[in-house]
């Protein structure tokens, strides 16, 4: 049975970010846009475990543990705009948010 190194690690942490980065600069509706941003931070989230899991400390749990609960309001509060925003125009697209008030 083979061990993964950190290397593996920062490898899937490197695409999963990649992906997410992708999908922000490609994607024009709001929610997916949303999504991806949310799969880069799950992507820093995963090396900072890495690291902490191998340098045998505990100080990237800590931070993720931080960045979980600054994530849950992020998502509250991100999920509320865009819907204020699709109540107000009738389409989350970002080509069609142009402005921020008619």
């Known amino acids: 049975m083979e061990h993964t190194t950190l290397s593996h690690h920062l490898l899937l942490a490197g ?13 024009r509706n709001l929610l997916v846009v949303y999504m991806c941003l949310e799969l880069m931070l799950t992507a820093s989230t995963l ?8 340098n045998n400390t505990m100080d990237g749990a ?4 931080f960045i ?19 109540r107000q125009r009738q389409t989350v697209s970002s080509e069609k948010l142009t402005t921020l008030c008619d």
Do not use: K, N, Y
Not at 47 to 54: D, E, G, I, P
């Open 15 to 27: 695409m999963l970010f990649v992906i997410g980065l992708s999908g922000v600069l490609i994607r």
């Open 68 to 86: 979980i609960t600054v994530a849950a309001a992020e998502v509250a509060v991100g999920l509320a705009l865009i819907v204020a925003l699709f």
């Open 62 to 65: 800590i931070f993720v543990f």
């Open 47 to 54: 090396a900072l475990v890495a690291f902490s899991r191998f």
